[in-house]
T-cell receptor, first 116, second 113 residues
Framework: AQKITQTQPGMFVQEKEAVTLDCTYD???????LFWYKQPSSGEMIFLIYQGSYDEQNATEGRYSLNFQKARKSANLVISASQLGDSAMYFC?????????????FGAGTRLAVHP | DGGITQSPKYLFRKEGQNVTLSCEQN?????MYWYRQDPGQGLRLIYYSQIVNDFQKGDIAEGYSVSREKKESFPLTVTSAQKNPTAFYLCASSIDSGNSPLHFGNGTRLTVT
């Protein structure tokens, strides 16, 4: 069965510094996708970044980048120049292709707190 | 603007009552999903639907039911058979493609006492 593991329940970072949120995954599929979402205290889920298993370059979206190490099955999110508004829960997710249906499975999340 | 609308935002019910959570999308997405989130935890899949009149159980479908009579709508009924219904429920939709992200509604917080 496919699984996502986020080992950091909580992280602290100083404003303007960079932070890495860890994500490891387990799958026997050769083709899969990895996603990161942000969930502020209001509850909505905000899509941040996507990495495909066959993508040769690490994905980047503004201040977000994904450190993809396929052999180690890790897909860590790097946030550069942290801002107070980055304080939120962050979830790593993987696309599970099962019977032709595309569903996402999620990790338990990491709560990030950005301090001034 | 296109998006996903979940209503109501907060819902209170007495134990033993069925309750239906609404989810409507105007993104013209084929696939729709219901997830449950408990405090401090990740999202767990309840049901998902790829096309109208078709849906599949997720990892925690017991005590829940859904319908997909229209492409835009995917209501979730929490039945009295659900042992611990108090939770945050999120509806999502996506294009029928492996690379496409899920777009989420703002969620419904259900409290059953």
């Amino acid at each position: 069965a496919q699984k996502i593991t986020q080992t950091q329940p909580g992280m602290f970072v100083q404003e303007k510094e960079a932070v890495t949120l860890d994500c490891t995954y387990d799958t026997s599929d050769q083709s899969y996708g990895l996603f990161w979402y942000k969930q502020p205290s209001s509850g909505e889920m905000i899509f941040l970044i996507y990495q495909g298993s066959y993508d040769e370059q690490n994905a980047t979206e503004g201040r977000y980048s994904l450190n993809f190490q396929k052999a180690r099955k890790s897909a860590n999110l790097v946030i550069s120049a942290s801002q107070l508004g980055d304080s939120a829960m962050y979830f790593c997710a993987m696309r599970d292709l099962l019977g032709g249906y595309n569903k996402l499975i999620f990790g338990a999340g990491t709560r990030l707190a950005v301090h001034p | 603007d296109g998006g996903i609308t979940q209503s109501p935002k907060y819902l209170f019910r007495k134990e033993g009552q069925n309750v239906t959570l609404s989810c409507e999308q105007n993104l013209n997405h084929d696939a729709m999903y219901w997830y449950r989130q408990d405090p401090g935890q990740g999202l767990r899949l309840i049901y998902y639907s790829q096309i109208v009149n078709d849906f599949q159980k997720g990892d925690i479908a017991e005590g829940y039911s859904v319908s997909r009579e229209k492409k835009e709508s995917f209501p979730l009924t929490v039945t009295s058979a659900q042992k611990n219904p108090t939770a945050f429920y999120l509806c999502a939709s996506s294009i029928d493609s492996g690379n496409s992200p899920l777009h989420f509604g703002n969620g419904t917080r259900l409290t059953v006492t």
